[in-house]
Every structure is written in C-alpha cells, then in structure tokens.
C-alpha cells in the first residue's frame, strides 16, 4: 500500500487543521466546488481577516495572504493529498483525502441542535408512558406492554435517523480566519 493510500492519522489531521487559513482554505473549497483560483481564495481571507468586503481588500492585503497561502499552506495541503494546485491556471482543486478532514471542520453553532435534550425528552416520555402502561393506570389501561415497548424502539429510531439526516444536510459555512 502506498503512503498515498493510507488514510491521514488524526495527528496529520489536526496538524493540518491547526492553522485558521487552511481551515478556511479547506472550508471554503468544500463549500465552493466550482473552480477557485488563489488569487480568488487569498482576496475572500483577506477580506475575512480585515473585516471587509472581498471588493474593499486592498492589493496589499491580498498579496500578503496570497503569499502565506503560496508558499506555506498550499504546499502543505498539496503534499497531504487533500488538495492540488495548478501552477497554470492557479485552480484549486479538493483531492479525495480531503474528505478524511472535512468532518473535523467547524461548523455554524448556530445550525447545531441540541440532540441531547431530544432524547431525554424522548426517555422521559418513554419512562412515563411504560411505567403508566405497567400500572395500568389511566389511557395506557387498555394498551398491551408490547406495543408500548415498539413505540419507544420506534421513537427512538426516528429520532436517530433525524439527527443523521440533519447532520448530512448541515450547510458549512468557512470559517474567518483568526489572526495568530
């Protein structure tokens, strides 16, 4: 097996992911798959890192990142595997590796549920609705203790399949580079 077909080790991970620009890089072109040039790539940091629109980054601002991204960060994701370069062209281009780091990208806390409360409010139903149904106390008198237990083992089951279904749909958005 060669080195390129190894998966990256969670230490390669999160080295890679240890600098903000390359999180925004990888972020940025996980959510822009169209093709990027770094000149593009290096003028939406800058304008992140100053605070600005990307028409209001001055030529400096954007030299200064695309040279950090030049010599520094882009080779260092390109020898990973994660993504390629055209010198040419100046295209970006995501490699298959990089989806061994996507999962560990920030994402928006605001798109976040918070999936802990819905099962604890779907083990609290389930505890009352059991308990009452072994009581045979009110509604649930007349409801067989199977059915009961089906119920649950289905309301948990949805609500499994939503919290994965949720988090394949969460939109990523780049994360603005913080200045080191």
């Keep these: 097996m060669s080195d390129s077909d190894q998966e990256l080790s969670r230490n390669e991970i999160f080295d890679l992911l240890s600098n903000s620009r390359r999180r925004y ?7 822009n798959p169209d093709e990027v040039t770094l000149q593009d ?3 939406q940091i800058a304008a992140s890192e100053n605070d600005c629109d990307v028409e209001d980054v001055t030529q ?3 030299k200064r990142i695309y040279v950090s ?5 882009i080779p260092r994701l390109s020898e990973a595997g994660v993504l390629s370069h ?11 590796r990089a989806n061994e780091i996507v999962p560990y990208l ?14 604890l409010a779907v083990v609290g139903a389930s505890t009352v609705a059991f308990v009452v149904t072994v009581l045979d106390a009110g ?12 119920g649950i083992i289905l309301a948990f089951a949805l609500l499994t399949i939503a919290k994965i279904y949720s988090q394949r749909s969460v939109v990523r958005k780049p994360p603005g580079p913080r200045r080191q």
């Design 41 to 43: 790539l290096s003028r």
């Design 139 to 150: 509604p649930f008198a007349t409801v067989s203790d199977t059915l009961v237990v089906i």
């Design 106 to 119: 920030e994402r928006d806390n605001t798109t976040r549920r918070p999936w802990h409360w819905y099962y």
């Design 69 to 73: 991204l030049y010599q520094t960060h």
């Design 60 to 62: 400096k601002q954007q």
């Design 86 to 96: 055209d010198d040419s062209t100046g295209h970006l281009t995501l490699q298959r």
């Design 25 to 31: 890089v990888l972020s940025y072109l996980t959510n």
